[in-house]
């Protein structure tokens, strides 16, 4: 099994900082993939941000320019650094691992809340 703890959330201010973090453990094998998602209430889950193990990133264009994923194969830590956070950032953060020991695995998500 593969199991993803994504942490850092929090209430920030608009205008603030977050890191979160998505570490891997178990039966991972080779990690290909982590993504970065959100849930706000009442919404779909959508996805922010992308990278692959290759180090190629791709970003939703909600968040172009204020957010960077970033990772650390050798410690299977993946993060998500966001800046310049807006009240429409508020939601639940996921992060999401494909590797080759199972595709498509979830964290618990983490909160995510920007207000003054």
């Known amino acids: 099994q593969v199991q993803v703890e994504e942490s850092g959330g929090g209430l920030v201010q608009p205008g603030g900082s977050l890191t979160l973090s998505c570490a891997v453990s178990?039966?991972?094998?080779?990690?290909?993939?982590m993504g970065w998602y959100r849930q706000a209430p009442g919404k779909q889950r959508e996805l922010d941000a992308k990278?692959?193990?290759?180090?190629?990133?791709n970003y939703a264009d909600s968040v172009k320019g204020r957010f960077t994923i970033s990772s650390d194969n050798a410690k299977n830590t993946g993060y998500l650094q966001m800046n310049s956070l807006k009240p429409e950032d508020t939601a639940v953060y996921y992060c999401?691992?494909?590797?080759?020991?199972?595709?498509?695995?979830w964290g618990q998500g983490t909160q995510v809340t920007v207000s003054s």
């Open positions: 999401r691992v494909d590797s080759s020991g199972k595709f498509g695995s």
């Open positions: 990278i692959t193990r290759g180090g190629s990133t």
């Open positions: 178990g039966s991972i094998g080779t990690i290909y993939a």
